[in-house]
Structure formats: structure tokens, C-alpha cells
């Protein structure tokens, strides 16, 4: 697939690519679309889409490790906190040196705003990727945002982030030159989800063929009793609200439901190795592979059939994706061997110390 289209179907609030519209023109698009039928709006969760500014961007991608005060009256801030002043200052006894946070009050004042208009607490996120392998640098150890500081703090501490920015077209296999992106910070109403009714569903040539349990770090033992209801209602949801609106044929999905069966849609996102595919693999929801459900049993020929994985007990739990994040990335990258030059410089720096212990050993 060539980048421009690409980069609208990596959109997690997809929509139709028409010529050289803005990225504003397809966000635009999208709602009319939605209200149109592509979505119901009742099964949405809320949102409200912001353009990002080129300051705020290459503020964000500043290897400084200073968060904006924002100027935010909330006391609840996470950062207000720790930043009490929007200056920090250091000085020795020859001259002071004084370092002031960036402040962006327009932007700022436009955040916070939408914000509130949904209910003071928010779940951030950038045009495709939210920031979840940064939660831990939270105090709540959460995405859940109250300011603009909360949001800066998630986003500078976050891979994923700068990834959307640096890279976003690294799954394209063209050589065209990248498109112009717009980029847009996307607030989402926060809720408090259970991890256990969050499902990824993947759909390719306009057929459900996967459905997955998203949080697979945990057994939860309704999904095996209730699997035949969820992959029923996931279904009907798909077939009434979802299946043949989208110009593409491939795309995956996020969806939650909550206890009394209803299904809300959470997200779109583009079909590729960009995307987790959690208990699947990608060789299996390309083709390359048969894709089976939990028990083998089953296999997804066809869109009244797609296969389904949950864990099925604690054993088949997978740890956090997100665990590496919280180690230093030379350790990371080490440990698994994705820098080469790295791990040949260990190697020898224990050479070194072979032989260094060797000679002191002949000494003696």
C-alpha cells in the first residue's frame, strides 16, 4: 500500500481518503460519516479531536525533561504536585541560571476547556497511538489525565508517542516521498472500563475473522462461560453499525461490553503489524497460516465464524506488553539483541574483563 493511504488507514477514527483533503477535512468527514451511519453515536464512547500546534509538537519531541505548567487552577493535576512554580532554578556562586517551562496558553486554555467538557477526566491519545507504555510514570499509574501537564508528562515519556511522530509511515513499503501530516491530540471521555470486557476484533476483506480478549495479562473466567454471547453480540454489533461503510476491506477494531450485554465501540485501527494483534499472530490474520480459535477447533472461513482467543486459565496468561518500557532502553536493548553494536561492545568489554582477570591470575 503506498504511505497516503497508509496514513489514513492507520487513523483510529478512520474515515474515506478523498484526493489531498486535510487531515481537519477528514476528522470532519469522519463525524458526518458517523452520524451518517458508518457509527451510531450512541455506541461511541465521547471525544474531542484538537489540532496539535508545531510548537507543542517539537516541545514534545525536545529530549528536555521539563513538563509545562499549563497554568492550570485544577489542585487535582498530578503535576501540580511536584510543580509548584512554572520556573526552576539552578545557581552556583558565580552567576543563577534561570530555566522557564514552555508555556502554550492558547493551546493550553483550548485543552482544558475540552477537559472539562467532558467531565474534568480524560484518556489521551495522538492521531494513532496513546501513550500506554508511559502510565507508570503517572502517580496514579494511569492514563487518566486531568491538565495539560498530565498529558505532556505521558506523552515526552512515551515510545509510542514519538513513534507517530518520527515514523509513521514505517510499515509502507513505497519510496514516495511521506505526505504532510496534521497531527491532532484526541481526549477521549474517561471511563472506568473493565479490562476484562475490552475485545480486539480484526476484519479483513469486510469479514469478522478474529476476535481477541485485549487484556490478555489476566484470566477472566466469564469470558470462557459467556464466549458464545460475546462472540454473538460482537457480531450483530459489527454486521448492523460496521461492516461494508468503510472504504477499506481490512481494518481492526476495538470494542467494550459492559454487563448488560451492549457493545460500545472504542476505537478503529489500521489492519498490520502497526497494530497489536495480542493472541493472534499476524501470519495467521494475513493468510500466510490458519487462524483456529481458542481450542483448534474452529477455523475462520467464513464471517458467521471467526475465531475467538481468551486465556482460558492462569497459565496461559502473557505478561505486560508494556513491562520492558520501564527499564532503560540500552538494558532492553541488550537483553533482546535488537541493537547489534551494542551487544558487540558488551561482548568485548567482557573479553576485556576475561582477560584482565586472566593476567591477574597468572600474576599470582
Known sequence: MNKHNCAVRQRQEKTEHLGQ???????????????????????????????????????????????????EDSSASSQTANNNEDEAEWSDDENTTTLTAPEFPEFASKVQEAINSLGGSIFPKLNWSAPRDAYWIALNSSLKCKTVSDIFLLFKSSDFITRDFTQPFIHCADDSPDPCMDYELVLRKWCELIPGAE?????????????????????????????????????????????????????????????SGRVWLIDFN??????????????????????????????????????????????????????SYRLPKDFVDLSTGEDAHKLIDFLKLNRNQDDEDSGDNADE
Open 21 to 71: 483533503q486535510t487531515s481537519n477535512g477528514i476528522v470532519e468527514m469522519f463525524i458526518e460519516k458517523e452520524i451518517q451511519g458508518i457509527v451510531i453515536l450512541k455506541y461511541l464512547l465521547i471525544f474531542v479531536i484538537l489540532p496539535l500546534p508545531q510548537n507543542v509538537k517539537d516541545y514534545l519531541l525536545d529530549d528536555g525533561t521539563l513538563v509545562v505548567s499549563g497554568r
Open 270 to 323: 489500521p489492519f498490520g503489524e502497526v497494530t497489536d494483534s495480542l493472541l493472534f499472530t499476524w501470519d495467521e490474520l494475513t493468510g500466510v497460516i490458519s487462524i483456529k480459535d481458542n481450542h483448534g477447533e474452529r477455523e475462520a472461513t467464513e464471517q458467521d465464524h471467526p475465531a475467538f482467543r481468551y486465556t482460558t486459565s492462569e497459565v496461559t496468561v502473557q505478561p505486560s506488553p508494556y513491562l
Open 199 to 259: 475485545f480486539r476484533c480484526f476484519v479483513k476483506e469486510n469479514k469478522l475473522i478474529a476476535i481477541s480478549q485485549r487484556d490478555y495479562t489476566q484470566h477472566y473466567e466469564h469470558i470462557c462461560k459467556q464466549r458464545e454471547e460475546i462472540c454473538r453480540s460482537i457480531q450483530d454489533f459489527f454486521r448492523k453499525h460496521i461492516q461494508y461503510k468503510f472504504l477499506d476491506e481490512d481494518f481492526v477494531f476495538d470494542i467494550y461490553r459492559d454487563s
